[in-house]
Every structure is written in C-alpha cells, then in structure tokens.
C-alpha cells in the first residue's frame, strides 16, 4: 500500500513538537462517510526492547472481528524518549507495517493517545492524518486530563477534561477492571468511537483488535496470515 509522507521523522524533539503543532488542525472531529459501512477494523500495537521497535497491525472482519490479516516490521529505534513525542518512536515501523498489509482496514484502533495530549496530536490522531483514516486512540493509561471514576460495569464511561475541554472518556470494558483511555484519532467522533470500542470488546479488558496487535508485536500470535 502506497503511503503519502507529510513530513521527515528525522528530526529532533523540538522540531517534532513543531511539526505536531503544524499539523493538529488538520484532525477532523467528525464522522467520516466510510464509518456507515467498515468491513475490516484494524489495531495497532508496538513493542519495545532496548533500540528496537516491534510495529503490528492486525485486520479484523467487522462485525465478527475474525482475524484476517498481520503485519509486524521491527527495526531500530533512533529518536529520544520523550513523553509526548512517543509517536516519533513508533510511527515510522507503525507505517512499514501498514504497506506490509494485504487487506486495507476502514477503521484504526491504536493503543495509544489521538487528541487526549498535550497539543492535541497523540499517535492515533497522528497517524490518522497521515493515512487520512478514521482513528481511535486506546490506551491503557492517562497522559493528561481529569476524570471521575467510571462505575464498575462495563460499558460505562466518565468524562476526559483538560481543564474545560472535553479531550477524551474513561471507559469500563469490563466490569471490574481498570479502564481504558478513549480519544478521537480523526474522522470520527467520540459517542461513535465509544461505541465501536465497546463492539469490539469480548470479554477482555482490550478490544479485540488491540489486543491481538498487543499479541503480535509481543511475538505471541502465531498465525499463517503473518507478513514480517
């Protein structure tokens, strides 16, 4: 799959913190035409050991969340750790993965932050942009923001301030466990991204698509449909 490049990730934090300024306008808050008819979702996970990344990106049919494609790309990892500038760590091997794909997914969920950041371009909006896809950041933890604590059964969720402004919800997917950080990637909105999440979960803490991808960068999913 052909990807269109926006800018170099040969760059260094300050620059990287410019170019997520550059570009977070370019998020779109609302519900693309395309999510009235997804057949494959994807997720999107990374490993990471020493100076090595591990990208993997699983497809998914929707709604049976039948497996059906996998790609994982692993390489060196040449950027700082930085909070904030993570997706300038995992995006490029993220990216190599994608055109490693068969199967072209119509919605991302990544485990990661979308606009729940500081200057509203986390990895899942980033990479949105990017492959100008609807996206669903997932993540297990907070970055930023201030929530109540959502009941204990599945399905409910509070919402993600930073300060007055809505940037995200906390969402129980299983009854007793801790929640995950939901946040708009891009094109779509967050009522609708809360409810794919949620079409996704079976049983576990993790949607489904995370959770594989999870497994497949961890090198634990085994599955003939693997490109590495």
């Keep these: 799959m052909s990807l269109r490049s926006l800018h170099s990730w040969n760059v260094t934090p300050t620059e990287a913190r410019e170019i997520q300024e550059r570009f977070r306008n370019r998020v779109r808050q609302k519900n693309a035409a395309s999510l009235r008819r997804i057949r494959h979702v994807a997720g999107v996970d990374v490993s990471l050991k020493a100076a090595?990344?591990?990208?993997?990106?699983?497809?998914?049919?929707?709604?049976?969340?039948?497996?059906?494609?996998?790609?994982?790309?692993?390489?060196?990892?040449?950027?700082?750790?930085?909070?904030?500038?993570?997706?300038?760590?995992?995006?490029?091997?993220?990216?190599?993965?994608?055109?490693?794909?068969?199967?072209?997914?119509?919605?991302?969920?990544?485990?990661?932050?979308?606009?729940?950041?500081?200057?509203?371009?986390?990895?899942?909006?980033?990479?949105?942009?990017?492959?100008?896809?609807?996206?669903?950041?997932?993540?297990?933890?907070?970055?930023?923001?201030?929530?109540d604590?959502?009941?204990?059964?599945?399905?409910?969720?509070?919402?993600?301030?930073?300060?007055?402004?809505?940037?995200?919800?906390?969402?129980?997917?299983?009854?007793?466990?801790?929640?995950?950080?939901?946040?708009?990637?891009?094109?779509i909105e967050l009522p609708t991204a809360l409810d794919f999440v949620l079409d996704c979960c079976q049983g576990y803490r993790l949607p489904e698509p995370t959770r594989l991808a999870h497994q497949s960068a961890g090198g634990l999913l085994r599955s003939s449909r693997a490109r590495y």
Excluded: W
């Design 52 to 147: 090595q990344v591990t990208a993997a990106i699983v497809v998914l049919d929707y709604p049976t969340l039948e497996l059906v494609d996998v790609a994982t790309q692993r390489q060196k990892v040449s950027f700082p750790y930085v909070p904030g500038l993570l997706t300038f760590r995992e995006c490029p091997a993220i990216l190599a993965a994608y055109e490693k794909l068969q199967i072209e997914p119509d919605l991302m969920l990544v485990d990661g932050q979308g606009i729940a950041h500081p200057r509203r371009f986390g990895l899942a909006a980033h990479l949105g942009v990017l492959l100008g896809k609807p996206t669903i950041g997932c993540a297990k933890s907070r970055l930023i923001g201030t929530h």
């Design 149 to 187: 604590e959502p009941h204990e059964q599945a399905g409910c969720y509070t919402d993600l301030f930073d300060g007055n402004e809505l940037i995200g919800a906390v969402l129980r997917t299983r009854a007793n466990v801790k929640p995950l950080y939901i946040s708009v990637g891009h094109n």
